[in-house]
Every structure is written in C-alpha cells, then in structure tokens.
Antibody
Framework: EVQLVESGGGLIQPGGSLRLSCAAS????????MSWVRQAPGKGLEWVSI???????YHADSVKGRFTLSRDNSKNTLYLQMNSLRAEDTAVYYC?????????????WGQGTLVTVSS | DIQMTQSPSSLSASVGDRVTITCQAS??????LNWYQQKPGKAPKLLIY???NLETGVPSRFSGRGSGTDFTFTISSLQPEDIATYYC?????????FGGGTKVEI
C-alpha cells in the first residue's frame, strides 16, 4: 500500500529554518516524480517544488533560493529544507507522488504537516 | 505562469442535482488538466487526470471534459459525500498551478 507520512512542521520565527520530511512506503521515491504542495490557512493549493527521477529540482518563484528539495534513497524519504522563512510561508505542507505516466498528476498525498511562521 | 480561473467559487445544490464547474486557463494547456476533491482537514484526492480520465476507484458520476483553455467538471448526481472543495490544476508546464477552488454545499 502506498503511503506518505510528513513530519517536521511546527512553530518557527521569521528568518528561521525548518526541514520537512516525507517518508514513503509501498513504492520507491527515486523512481517517481515527487512534489510539495502547500495550503495557507483557509486558502487554496499552491505548488512549491518538484524533484524528478534524475534528481533535478524546480521551485515556485515564491520559494526559489530559500527552499531546497532532496531525497535519501536509502531511507526512501523526501526532504524540504526551508530557510529564511516568512510569515507568508505559513501553511500545511503536503508531499505528493506523481501518477506514473502522468507527471504533474498527484495520485497520492501525505496527511500534511503544519508550518507556522510567527514571532 | 499559467493562471487557472475557476467558477463559481461556491455553489449550493440539492442531492441528485447535476453540478458543473468550469476552469479556464490563461493559455492553451492541451488536455493537461486535473481535478481534485478536498474535504475539510484532508489532503486533496485526484479525481480526473488528462482532462477526462477517471482515476481508479472514483465513482462514474464524476466526469471532465475540455481541451485548450476551457474545461468543465461535472457531478451527474450530487451525493451527500460529495460535499467538498474542488480544484482544477494544470500541468502543461512549470510552475504547476491550481484554480482558486469551488466549494460545493448542499
């Protein structure tokens, strides 16, 4: 059974750093495109970052230069390193797997982890 | 960036009603369009991909159509469990972008 479990969220001061983890089971992270999508409280969905099977990563302009996406194949885990956090980064962060054969189609999502940036 | 405009932003319908949501892209995205359902406090769920393909396990009362810039999502007979917010999303190119959502109520 495919499962994604995020962790690492919490309350952080503006300018701080946080690393989110997404532990996968039931499939191999490195064999799939994987993304992070966030949702600010009461707002819609915003795509954040993607990592391709080859390891290339791309980010939304809103986080470019501040967020880094990586994976640990031995742990089958995806990471989102978030630096220079701002109040507008406050959101529930979901990791999501691309439907095989349909990049950009998220067929499995984690339960989400809440990041609150506030002093 | 490709802007996705969804309408209406909310609607109220009765059980058994046919419900239609529209999504317009700011440029041609071919059929690279998905529809998701999100219930309160839950992660989104993929319903339709490639504009019209029903994801495995999704009831057939859900359907999608369209190509280019104009797309529609339909629930043929609204059920109580369909109460949720629905989002369209384009994957023609990066950044991936979502519509603003349509909240469906009974």
């Amino acid at each position: 059974e495919v499962q994604l479990v995020e962790s690492g969220g919490g309350l952080i001061q503006p300018g701080g750093s946080l690393r989110l983890s997404c532990a996968a089971s039931g499939f191999t992270v490195s064999s799939n495109y994987m993304s992070w999508v966030r949702q600010a409280p009461g707002k819609g969905l915003e795509w954040v970052s993607i990592i391709y099977t080859g390891g290339n990563t791309y980010h939304a302009d809103s986080v470019k230069g501040r967020f880094t996406l990586s994976r640990d194949n031995s742990k089958n885990t995806l990471y989102l390193q978030m630096n220079s956090l701002r109040a507008e980064d406050t959101a529930v962060y979901y990791c999501a797997r691309d439907l095989p054969g349909c990049w950009g189609c998220f067929d499995y999502w984690g339960q989400g982890t809440l990041v609150t940036v506030s002093s | 960036d490709i802007q996705m405009t969804q309408s209406p932003s909310s609607l109220s319908a009765s059980v058994g009603d046919r419900v239609t949501i529209t999504c317009q892209a700011s440029q041609d995205i071919s059929n690279y369009l998905n529809w998701y359902q999100q219930k309160p406090g839950k992660a989104p769920k993929l319903l339709i991909y490639d504009a019209s393909n029903l994801e495995t396990g999704v009831p057939s009362r859900f359907s999608g159509r369209g190509s280019g810039t104009d797309f529609t999502f339909t629930i043929s007979s609204l059920q109580p469990e369909d109460i949720a917010t629905y989002y369209c999303q384009q994957y023609n190119n990066l950044p991936l972008t979502f519509g603003g959502g349509t909240k469906v109520e009974i």
